[in-house]
C-alpha cells in the first residue's frame, strides 16, 4: 500500500500545473463542451497514456537494469531541468 500511496502523490504533483493540466483548464471554459464530457475525456487520455508507459517500462525492464533505468531518468530529469533553466534567461 505505501508504494501505491509513493507512486500516486509522485503522479499527483508531476501532473499539477503542466501543460496537459492547463490544457484542460482551457477546454473545460468551452461553454459548448459539458464539464463532465472534459473530464471524462481528459481522464480517459491520462489512463491510456499510462497504460502506455506501464507496458513500456515491463518491456523495457526485461533487457535493461533498473538500476540503470533510474539513473538514465534522474540524468534526463536534471537535463530537462538544465534546459528549462537555461531558456528561461535568454
Do not use: C, N, P
Amino acid at each position: 500500500m505505501k508504494e501505491l500511496l509513493v507512486i500516486f502523490i509522485s503522479v499527483f504533483v508531476a501532473e499539477v500545473g503542466d501543460k496537459t493540466q492547463l490544457a484542460t483548464i482551457l477546454f473545460a471554459t468551452d461553454s459548448k463542451v459539458g464539464k463532465g464530457g472534459v473530464f471524462l475525456a481528459a481522464a480517459g487520455a491520462l489512463v491510456a497514456s499510462t497504460l502506455i508507459a506501464v507496458i513500456a517500462g515491463s518491456l523495457v525492464s526485461r533487457f535493461v537494469a533498473e538500476s540503470t533505468l533510474k539513473i538514465a531518468a534522474g540524468v534526463g530529469f536534471i537535463l530537462v531541468g538544465i534546459w528549462t533553466l537555461a531558456t528561461a534567461y535568454r
